[in-house]
């Protein structure tokens, strides 16, 4: 069964550091590329970051540059957003998907549930 899951949120306060993580299984990460989408209430999904499959190129949304740093394990079949200096407007369910290719470009194939990110004092 093809299957993403995300995992490592949480409540985290204003400046503080939060680590994703999405699993794959069922399938062999390696082939594609790894998104990083979020969607807070009442807004659309928003692109965060990409990495290719061989990790070659990244892409950040302005938001996230500087701030947010993605990454990927192929022999884990394991990606990661590691995110520091967050703010309160990055509260937002965060999700992982894959292209279907090895390019961050094009239609997805996978996506997983997504996990809640809450940015709180």
């Known amino acids: 069964q093809v299957q993403l899951v995300e995992s490592g949120g949480g409540l985290v306060r204003p400046g503080g550091s939060l680590r994703l993580s999405c699993a794959a299984s069922?399938?062999?990460?390696?082939?594609?590329?790894v998104g990083w989408f979020r969607q807070a209430p009442g807004r659309e999904r928003e692109t965060v970051s990409c990495?290719?499959?061989?990790?070659?190129?990244?892409s950040y949304a302005d938001f996230a540059k500087g701030r947010f740093t993605i990454s990927r394990d192929n022999s884990k079949n394991m990606a990661y957003l590691q995110m520091t200096s967050l703010k309160s407007e990055d509260t937002a369910v965060y999700f992982c998907a894959t292209h279907a290719g090895r390019r961050c470009a094009g239609n997805f194939g996978a996506w997983g549930q997504g996990t809640q990110v809450t940015v709180s004092s």
């Open positions: 990495i290719s499959s061989n990790e070659d190129t990244t």
């Open positions: 069922g399938f062999s990460l390696e082939y594609y590329a």
